[in-house]
């Protein structure tokens, strides 16, 4: 029996390489999809292709995205990445990408039509990323809404794509938890938005933070553990 | 008072430029917004170019986007651009680029939220393009939805972004009356897929064909005019 054909959009990170590893033990065919989007670091980019290696996909696709150009996040400019701060704010954090995950998710929506695919998944997470508009579940709802008629596929009616957010309501320690499960290289796994040189986590910004929480309320030892400037 | 602000989506065809004229004479502060995606030749840029100059705009960026990479498209690959196709059939031809549409409004949207602008002129047209299932009524309404929830503006709820369409149920004799009307400067405007040698229309793609019907059923002369290959 062939097997089913899923796009993974990996970024290196624990959430998407947790992604990836669920996708796999479910035994799909995976593409993934990494974006190369003027992050300041390419760090994640060779975390994403070593995860993909680890986790033997069909296809490994790097996708160059000017983000910059378009700029308003300190991820793609030259603004400072915040540290230390109000992790319960409500507030939409300056590291937030303008529309991101719909661009992300728009690109991804071309491959599964090139790749013939009807599943995607996305390691979005509702809980800790509350603050950014395009993790939450109706955010989801509205883009398979849309992909259902903006493709040839929605034209014919015959194949209807699925957005898996297998993560979307989990905490940080629970997706620790799951990973682990799963046998997810941590080591391969990248957060910091800020590392030192050498590669090292700054351990201040949001992802250091929400990482190390995660582990730590799981019970595991993160082996690629940050270790702050100012400690 | 101030000026509104709009985002134009500027190929450097027709339609676009009739759109961006009729954003021009609607008042709005304009940024017209053009995709390099790997069309096989840069005639159309230099049109955008010269078109958001003519019309005396903001900013006119242009957004590589490696289209090419995903495939799918006689556009952004090495297939055949189709010649003399019949026009009146209902299926979708091999320039559709996958996608394309909610890849282009995704970036747009990025942009509108970083220029604080509710509103997104398009060319789209369901009319002679009926075969591209992302140029329909349907399809821009699935995304107004999806961007009211997708960005900053979204969350606020302070804020909707409106996608204008006006040409969507033109024929393209209505295009190039209307373009008329609005003096655009046809000399600047480019629709062949598959110009030759010396920026020449082919005359003999979907677009050379639908562009030269419109002028002839509308009653003007096009200073572009195809010279066919083969006539």
Not at 86 to 113: K, Q
Not at 146 to 174: C, D, M, Q, W, Y
Not at 206 to 226: N, V, W
């Amino acid at each position: 029996m062939t097997r089913q054909t899923a796009i993974v959009l990996l970024s290196g990170g624990l959430d998407s390489a947790t992604c990836l590893a669920i996708a796999h033990n479910q035994n799909y065919a995976i593409h993934t999809l990494t974006f190369d989007y003027g992050q300041r670091h390419g760090v994640e980019l060779q975390s994403a292709h070593a995860l993909a290696d680890h986790f033997q996909v069909v296809s490994h696709t790097v996708f160059p995205l000017a983000l910059r150009i378009i700029g308003g996040s300190a991820l793609t400019s030259s603004q400072k990445v915040p540290k230390q701060r109000d992790l319960s704010s409500n507030e939409i954090p300056i590291t937030y990408v303008p529309a991101r995950n719909t661009v992300f998710l728009s690109i991804a929506l071309a491959l599964a039509e090139v790749k013939q695919c009807n599943d995607v998944f996305i390691g979005v997470n509702a809980i800790d990323y509350s603050g950014y508009p395009d993790c939450r579940p109706e955010f989801i709802h509205a883009f398979e809404n849309l992909a259902a008629i903006a493709t040839r596929a929605g034209v014919s009616s015959s194949r209807k794509l699925n957005i898996h957010t297998p993560l979307i309501a989990f905490s940080k320690a629970e997706i620790v938890a799951e990973a682990a499960r799963l046998n997810v290289p941590f080591a391969l796994t990248w957060s910091c938005y800020d590392p030192q040189e050498g590669a090292i986590p700054c351990g201040e910004c949001d992802a250091c933070r929400l990482r190390a929480e995660g582990f730590a309320k799981a019970g595991f030892a993160d082996p690629i553990a940050a270790k702050p400037r100012h400690a």
